[in-house]
C-alpha cells in the first residue's frame, strides 16, 4: 500500500484510486484530490485513497468507529490501523476532548486524528504553504495545557459576566432547567469557551484537546467558500471571517474585542500568520497571555463576600459591588479577617464595580443571578449594633419581596432580634411566606445566621409553625420558628418557589418598568428605602443550592451555647429560659440543668432561684422563684445568667456568663384586652388588664406620657411600644376596637394623621385621627378630621395594599360627625367581614366606626349629638372613583405578626405621633353584637312613641350609656319618662323581653 513505509512500497506506484472510485462515488475529496503530488521529508508521492486507508487492515466506514474499529491507517506506518486501540483514541492522546455540538463520537471512539494528520502536515514534513505546517505541541488547539485566561477585565459585565444561560435580557427563554438555577455562561471571565467546552472546566486547568476532524472535512466539500474547513464547525455555520469562526467555540464579544478581528488583533498575530504564504490560519496565531494560573469556579456559590478592605467578590462568580448611592461604609476587624461597618445609610449593591447599575441590561445585566426561583441559602455573620427600629436588613432583592423575591433581616420579634426571612410565592403581596429564628441575635456580638429554602422540603403545617421548606440557622442550629398564617408562616401545598420578581415580565407586566422590565438589584444592607443595617458584616454568602443541616455543623461545634431569651411575667414566680440550643448540666451530654447553673440578678427584692424544670439536651427550661415579680424593677430590669463551666452543649462548649434580662412573656391574653392607661406618672411599662401585655413607654419631654389617668400625646416623641407580643391583637374577619379620645390642634386643612394604635407591621390594620384633603375625593372642612381604620386586606381586587374605612367629615351627610379637636371622644370601630349588604366582588364596607361626642369635658355637656352615631362613609363617597382604595363585600384583614405601637407609627415611631389625650382602648376578635344590632335598628320616634319604643328595644338604652350598670340605666330611664312609662317598659321586659346587662 502506498505509505512512507512499508514492505510492498512498489504495489503502490500506479494510481489505483480508480479502483476506489468504482464502489465509493466521491471524486472531490475535500482537497485531498486522488493523483494530487505532494512531497514529505524530500520525496515525492501522489495521493491515493490507499494512502490514508490500507484496505487489508481497516474496518468499517468513519461513521462505524467504534473502540475497537477504525476506518484509517497511518501514512508513516500503513500495515496497522490507526485508531482501533484506546491508546489511538483521543482520549489516550492527553487533554480532555469534548464531542463538539451535533456531533456524536465521544473521546474513546474517535481516533487520534491529530496524530494521524500530522504524519503529512506536521513539523519538517511539508514546506511552509498555503497549508502550513503545524506543531500540535505548541498549537493553541493542541496539547499544551490550558490556563486561566486573562478575561477579567471589568467583569462583571453584561458580555459575558452578565449573561446566563437560557436568559435573554430579563426573561428565562429556555425551559426551566436551562434557566434555573441562573448561571453565568463565563464563570466569571469575559473570555470564556462554548459549550460543551465548558469555561468551569477551562479555568480550573482543563486543556480542552481538539481533533482535527472537529474543524476541517476531507471527503467532503467545506462550507461554501471555505475550502477544508467542515460546513458547521460546534454546530455553527463555518466562516473563514475568524471573527465567525472562533466564535463558534469562544465567546469574545466583550469590550475588549468591539470591532477587532481574530487574526489581526495584536493579541493572536505572529509573524507566520501575516506572510502572504501561510495567511490566516489559527495553527499559526499566538495566544494572548492568560493569568498563568487555574482556579475553581463553583457553580453552587452564587457569592461570597470576605469584605477583605474592598467589595470584590472571591466567590468565583466575580460580582463585586459598589456602594449604594455613592455613601461609602468603612472597614474593621471582622469575624475573620475584616468586615464592612453600615450605620443604616449605606449599603453594597452587587454586579457592579462602577457607575453602571447592576439592572442596567446593556452594560452589565448581573441582577440575575441573585434571582431565586427553587433550592437557595443565605448566610453571614453579622454584628449589630442597635436594636432601635423594627427591622434592619441583611439581603434585600429590591423591592423588599412584596411582588416578588426575597429578604433576609434581623428583625424585632416579641422584643428582640431575630434572623428572618421572606418569600414571595405567587407574584402578589398576598403569597409572603417566611419564618424566623426561636433565638434572637443579641447586639455587640458575632453571630452567624442563615436561612435555606428547599423546594422539595414539607408543607407548612398551621399546627407546628417550625414545620416547612424555610429552615433559619443561628450559630449552625436549626432554630425555625413561625406563625401560622401571615407573612412569617411557612410555604404550604404547592409553594414549592420562591415567585422571581422578574416574572412578573410575563405575568404581571403592569408593575414592571414601562409595563414589561422588571429587574432587581441585590443589596447587602438594605437599599435607602428600607431600614438599613446597623453594624458589622462579614463573610456573606448567597448559594442557588439548599444547604443541609451537616453544613452548619462546624459553626455549631465553635460556638457557645448561651442564655438566649428569659420571659416572665408580672404576678407570677415562673421564668421561661430559652437556651440557643440544646443543653445539659454536664459535659458529656449528661444530666438537667440545677438552680445552681444560673444565678439571678435581682435589684431591688433579692429573689433566688428555687427549682428548674429541665429535660437534659432541651434547648428551654423553667425557672421557679422565691417570689413572684411585681410591677416595680423587674420586667426590663433583672437578669439571668449562666454560672462559669455549668451549662453545657453537645459539642461540650460551656455557656458564657453574660447576663440576660428578663423581658415580658410573648403570651396573648384570651377575650377582650384593656389597656385603662391608669398607670402613675413616670410610668416605665404599661400593662393591659391581663397583665400579659406589656408596652415600654417612651417620654423625653413634658407632658410625660402617662400621667392623669390617660395617655399624653405630645405629638413628637411621647408613645408606648409593644414589642414582646407579635401575635397579639391579630384579627382577620371580626374585631372590635374602641377608644375614648381627646385630639387636638385640628385647625386648619392641612395633613392631619395622628395615631391612636398601630398595628400595621406588615399587614393587619392601625387607626388613626386622620385628614388629608389631597387624597381621593376626601376635602374636610378646616379644623374637621375623619376617624380612620386602615387595614390589609388579603384580596386587594387590585387596588391598594392598604385600605381605610373613614366616617365622614360632609356637612351635607346623613351620619356627619364633626370631630374636631379639645372635646372627648367614644369611638368604635367594628369590623365584620359577614356584615349584610353588599353584593359580592363589589364595594362595600365591612366595617361600621361608631363616635359618641362627650363634650369638651368629657362630661357629657355641651354634646353635639347623644349617644352613639354610626359615622362611616359606608359609600365610600371620599374616595376616587377607580376603586383602587375601596373595600370589598367579604374582605378579609390579612394578619401578620410583629410589634405595636400606642400612640405613634409602628415602623417609624417618630412618624404619627399621637396629639392630644388617649383615655382608654379596648380590642377584641369579635364583633361587638350589641352595637351591631343597633346599627339596624330603626330611629325612635319622638314623644309618646318614645316609650314603646323603648320597650320594644331595651338594647338601644343600653347603648346609649354602655358605661352604666342595668339599675342606673333603670332609674334614669324613670326619672326622664315617669312612672307611667317606667311601668310600661317593665311590664314589656316582664313578657320575656332581653334586660341587656
Not at 500506479?14 to 524530500?42: N, R, Y
Not at 422578574?502 to 432587581?520: F, K, L, V
Not at 444547604?547 to 420571659?567: C, E, G, H, M
Not at 381586587?797 to 379639645?822: C, D, F, M, Q, R
Amino acid at each position: 500500500m502506498h505509505g512512507e513505509t512499508g514492505s510492498y512500497t512498489g504495489m503502490t506506484k500506479a494510481d489505483k484510486s480508480s479502483l476506489c472510485s468504482l464502489c465509493h462515488s466521491k471524486t472531490s475529496q475535500g482537497g485531498h484530490t486522488p493523483g494530487q503530488s505532494f512531497a514529505v521529508a524530500g520525496k515525492n508521492y501522489s495521493i491515493q485513497c490507499a494512502s490514508c486507508h490500507n484496505v487489508h487492515v481497516i474496518s468499517g466506514k468513519f461513521s462505524e468507529t467504534t473502540t475497537t474499529a477504525t476506518p484509517i491507517s497511518r501514512f508513516a506506518d500503513n500495515t496497522e490501523p490507526w485508531g482501533d486501540e484506546p491508546s489511538e483514541k483521543m482520549s489516550g492522546l492527553g487533554g480532555t476532548y469534548r464531542t463538539p455540538n451535533e456531533d456524536t463520537m465521544t473521546a474513546a471512539q474517535l481516533g487520534d486524528y491529530p496524530t494521524f494528520c500530522l504524519d503529512c502536515h506536521g513539523p519538517g514534513k511539508m514546506p511552509i504553504s498555503s497549508h502550513g505546517e503545524i506543531n500540535w505541541g505548541v498549537d493553541q488547539h493542541g496539547t499544551p495545557s490550558a490556563n486561566q485566561p486573562n478575561g477579567y477585565g471589568t467583569c462583571p459585565n453584561w458580555f459575558a459576566c452578565g449573561q446566563a444561560f437560557g436568559w435573554d435580557g430579563d426573561d428565562c427563554t429556555g425551559s426551566e432547567s436551562d434557566c434555573w438555577p441562573v448561571l453565568p455562561r463565563g464563570a466569571g471571565d469575559q473570555l470564556f469557551s462554548r459549550a460543551p467546552y465548558t469555561h468551569t472546566e477551562r479555568v480550573s486547568g482543563a486543556n480542552f484537546v481538539l481533533s482535527c476532524s472537529d474543524c476541517h472535512t476531507t471527503h467532503e466539500g467545506g462550507g461554501p467558500g471555505n475550502g477544508k474547513l467542515r460546513p458547521k464547525v460546534n454546530g455553527g455555520p463555518s466562516s473563514q471571517t475568524w471573527n465567525t469562526e472562533c466564535n463558534a467555540c469562544h465567546y469574545y464579544y466583550s469590550d475588549w474585542h468591539a470591532g477587532m478581528a481574530c487574526g489581526n488583533a495584536s493579541c493572536h498575530v505572529s509573524s507566520r500568520m501575516s506572510s502572504q504564504d501561510v495567511g490566516n490560519t489559527p495553527h499559526s496565531m499566538s495566544h494572548g497571555s492568560g493569568s498563568g494560573g487555574t482556579r475553581t469556579f463553583n457553580p453552587d456559590r452564587v457569592l461570597a463576600m470576605d469584605f477583605e478592605g474592598n467589595l470584590k467578590d472571591s466567590g468565583g462568580w466575580e460580582l463585586d459591588g459598589q456602594w449604594f448611592g455613592g455613601v461609602a461604609g468603612s472597614f474593621s476587624a471582622g469575624k475573620s479577617g475584616q468586615a464592612i461597618v453600615l450605620s443604616g445609610d449605606q449599603s453594597v449593591q452587587l454586579g457592579t464595580e462602577n457607575s453602571n447599575w447592576s439592572t442596567d441590561e446593556g452594560y452589565h445585566g448581573t441582577w440575575k443571578y441573585t434571582e431565586m426561583k427553587y433550592n437557595t441559602t443565605f448566610e453571614a455573620w453579622v454584628y449589630p449594633t442597635s436594636d432601635t427600629a423594627d427591622d434592619y436588613t441583611v439581603f434585600s432583592k429590591h423591592v423588599g419581596y412584596t411582588d416578588g423575591g426575597y429578604g433576609f433581616a434581623l428583625r424585632k420579634i416579641d422584643g428582640t432580634l431575630r434572623a428572618a426571612v421572606n418569600i414571595n410565592v405567587d407574584g402578589s403581596g398576598g403569597g409572603v411566606r417566611g419564618a424566623y429564628s426561636a433565638t434572637p441575635v443579641p447586639l455587640n456580638m458575632w453571630t452567624h445566621v442563615a436561612a435555606t429554602f428547599d423546594k422539595n422540603g414539607p408543607d407548612g403545617d398551621p399546627g407546628n409553625p417550625a414545620a416547612g421548606r424555610l429552615r433559619v440557622y443561628v450559630n449552625g442550629e436549626d432554630v425555625t420558628d413561625g406563625s401560622a398564617t401571615g407573612a412569617y408562616s411557612q410555604p404550604g401545598a404547592g409553594e414549592t418557589n420562591i415567585y422571581p420578581y422578574s416574572q412578573n415580565s410575563q405575568d404581571n407586566p403592569s408593575i414592571c418598568y414601562n409595563g414589561s422590565w422588571c429587574a432587581s438589584e441585590f443589596s447587602i444592607g438594605g437599599f435607602d428605602w428600607q431600614n438599613g443595617f446597623v453594624g458589622g458584616m462579614d463573610s456573606a454568602k448567597v448559594w442557588n443550592v439548599t444547604k443541609n443541616a451537616a453544613y452548619f455543623d462546624s459553626t455549631d461545634a465553635a460556638t457557645q451555647p448561651r442564655i438566649s431569651l428569659v420571659y416572665g411575667t408580672i404576678g407570677s414566680d415562673r421564668l421561661s429560659v430559652r437556651m440557643s440550643e440544646g443543653v445539659w448540666t454536664n459535659s458529656g451530654q449528661s444530666g438537667a440543668l440545677v438552680p445552681g447553673d444560673f444565678v439571678f440578678v435581682d435589684l431591688d427584692n433579692s429573689r433566688t432561684i428555687s427549682a428548674v424544670d429541665h429535660v437534659a439536651g432541651e434547648a428551654t427550661a423553667t425557672l421557679t422563684l422565691s417570689s413572684a415579680l411585681d410591677d416595680t424593677n423587674d420586667i426590663g430590669t433583672d437578669k439571668l445568667r449562666a454560672v462559669a463551666n455549668s451549662v453545657y452543649d453537645d459539642h461540650n462548649n460551656a455557656a458564657p456568663t453574660d447576663t440576660v434580662t428578663v423581658i415580658a412573656s410573648p403570651t396573648c391574653p384570651e377575650g377582650q384586652v384593656v389597656f385603662d392607661l391608669n398607670e402613675a406618672t413616670g410610668t416605665a411599662y404599661v400593662l393591659d388588664g391581663s397583665g400579659l401585655l406589656s408596652g415600654k413607654v417612651n417620654t423625653t419631654t413634658t407632658p410625660q406620657a402617662i400621667g392623669g389617668g390617660t395617655f399624653n400625646g405630645n405629638g413628637v416623641d411621647n408613645y408606648i411600644d409593644f414589642e414582646s407580643n407579635s401575635k397579639c391583637l391579630q384579627a382577620d374577619t371580626s374585631m372590635t376596637v374602641e377608644t375614648r379620645i381627646y385630639p387636638t390642634d385640628t385647625s386648619g386643612t392641612a395633613n392631619y394623621i395622628r395615631r391612636i394604635l398601630a398595628r400595621d407591621g406588615g399587614g393587619n390594620w392601625q387607626i388613626s385621627v386622620w385628614r388629608n384633603n389631597t387624597w381621593g375625593k376626601f376635602g374636610a372642612p378646616s379644623d374637621r378630621v375623619a376617624i380612620a381604620l386602615w387595614v390589609s386586606p388579603t384580596d386587594t381586587h387590585g387596588g391598594n395594599a392598604w385600605k381605610p374605612v373613614l366616617t365622614e367629615t360632609s356637612s351635607s351627610a346623613a351620619n356627619y360627625t364633626s370631630i374636631t379637636g379639645y372635646r372627648w371622644y367614644r369611638i368604635k370601630a367594628v369590623w365584620n367581614s359577614d356584615k349584610s349588604g353588599g353584593t359580592p366582588d363589589q364595594p362595600f364596607v365591612p366595617c361600621d366606626i361608631y363616635v359618641d361626642d362627650q363634650g369638651p369635658n368629657g362630661d357629657n355637656v355641651g354634646q353635639l349629638w347623644s349617644g352613639w352615631r354610626n359615622a362611616t362613609d359606608a359609600d365610600q363617597s371620599q374616595f376616587a372613583d377607580d376603586n383602587l382604595t375601596k373595600l370589598y363585600t367579604g374582605d378579609v384583614i390579612k394578619k401578620s405578626e410583629g410589634s405595636f405601637t400606642i400612640g405613634a407609627n409602628v415602623g417609624n415611631h417618630a412618624n404619627n405621633v399621637f396629639l392630644g389625650k388617649i383615655d382608654y382602648i379596648k380590642w377584641q376578635g369579635e364583633v361587638d353584637e350589641y352595637l351591631d344590632a343597633l346599627a339596624m335598628m330603626p330611629t325612635p320616634p319622638s314623644g309618646i312613641g318614645y316609650l314603646a319604643f323603648l320597650a320594644d328595644h331595651p338594647d338601644w338604652m343600653a347603648r346609649e350609656n354602655p358605661d352604666e350598670d342595668t339599675s342606673a340605666r333603670a332609674g334614669a330611664l324613670a326619672l326622664a319618662v315617669g312612672s307611667i312609662g317606667f311601668g310600661l317598659l317593665i311590664i314589656r321586659r316582664a313578657r320575656g323581653l332581653r334586660v341587656t346587662p
